[in-house]
């Protein structure tokens, strides 16, 4: 679940947890987990909120040889 903050009539920004799994047919590394978060901010066009700004942020990298 997400976090959003209203920081103004016009202006918002949330924060919400993510983790991905990749495999890769080829090479040294066979996947990775990946734990993150994402941070956005939305801004108000008329009566429409749109993502302004998305960032993802990792926490933790675990590897698979």
Known sequence: MGEITILDDARAEGI???????????????GLTGYDHYHDTFQRVGNIWKIRTLRLVRIRVDIER
């Open 16 to 30: 919400w947890a993510m983790a991905d799994y990749l495999r890769f047919s080829s090479g040294p590394i066979r």
